[in-house]
Every structure is written in C-alpha cells, then in structure tokens.
C-alpha cells in the first residue's frame, strides 16, 4: 500500500506536468516562504512562463554548453561526470555535483537543496521518472523556465526582462551565455554586475556554444 501511494505521489506529477506547465517549483516556493520568515516585505516571486519557441535558442545553447553538453545523449545521468566529481571530492575533500539537467530540473521542481542521501535518492528517482516520460526538448524547456538566475528571479523569460531588458526571444549568443555562466551559484554571481569570473566564464561558455556547432546542435533534441 505505501508503495503505491509513493508511486501515485511522485510518477503522478511528474505525468501531468509533461504537458502542464509549471505553475510554480519547489525551490520558488522554499525562497518564498524562507522571505516571509525573514520578514522580507519587498521580495517577489519573478517567474513568467514562455513556450520553446518563444524563447532565444541562444539561451537553450548555453544551457546546455555551461552545464550539460551530453544533455541530448545521455539517459539523466552523466556517469563520466559523476567519476570525475567523486575522485575531485576524495582528493580535494569538496563536495562538488555533476548535476545533469535533467538532474537539475527533478530537484527544483520537486525536491530542496542538500547532499542527503534520502534526497539524493529522490532526485534520483524523479530524474528517471522524467527520462522516461519526457522528451529532451521537454526537460530543456522546463530548465529554462524554471532555472534561477538571481535573488526571486526564476527562468530565462523573467532573467532577460529584469536582468538584462531584452525580450527572451531575441537574446544574443552573448546575453545567453552571460545568464548561463551564474547558473553554479545565483546567490553570489550577479548577471548585471559581473565579476571577473563571471566574464570569463562567459567567455568559455561563448567558446563552448561554438565548438557544438552553434543553435545547430539542438537539433538533436
């Protein structure tokens, strides 16, 4: 019986939200309510949803060359990546991810930060429950909607009108790659005072999108 009802709690949205767009997210709804305790009066909830096409393919490009650029192959999960990280974190004694976006996208919509192993195993969970009833222009469009960029600010459309003033159709390779290089850490990395790092992620990040081939490469999605 349990089981059943944890099957029906968790496949259940993640069925209906593979047509249904996303009203909100867990995390949007964690900043939230963390704001509210902290008697945050001004904070708002920047989040505007924008179908595929309606947003620069710019910005689905530098997602994909900033944080997954196996996105169209692998199955959710990146194994290379994760052997990478983990001898980085034995060695360095850190505690760095190799998140995928599908990864990414199960645990802002569904899970709250943290490196539990109850957690870990959700998010694990629902990135299979995504991978296998989700097309990969799916998963991509949800990250870009739902991604946060900035204090309050969630997803590509609200990131390029607050952040940057342009319309989220008409971002240029630059703009794109400028919002994807805060994607490791929004809280500290500003998109409209960008440090010296930010820029030269940026700059890889440009390099990146080239060498995939540029707008090209979301073919295979």
Sequence with gaps: MALCVFLVMTAGPVLVLRHLDPPTSAFMLRAKWQALRGGREDYRTRY????W??????????????EDQLFPHHAGFDLQAIRRAWKRNQRDGTMRGASTISQQVAKNLFLWPGKSMVRKGLEAWFTALIEMTWSKRRTLEVYLNIAQFDDGVYGVPAASTYLLHRPPGSLSAGDAALLAAVLPNPRRLRVQAPSRYVLDR????MRQMRQLGGVA???EL
Excluded at 48 to 51: C, E, K, S, T
Excluded at 53 to 66: F, G, R, T, Y
């Design 217 to 219: 490469y979301l073919d």
């Design 53 to 66: 096409e309606k947003i620069s393919p710019n910005a689905a490009l530098a997602v994909i060359a900033a």
């Design 202 to 205: 940026r700059a890889w990040i």
């Design 48 to 51: 505007v949803w924008l179908d």
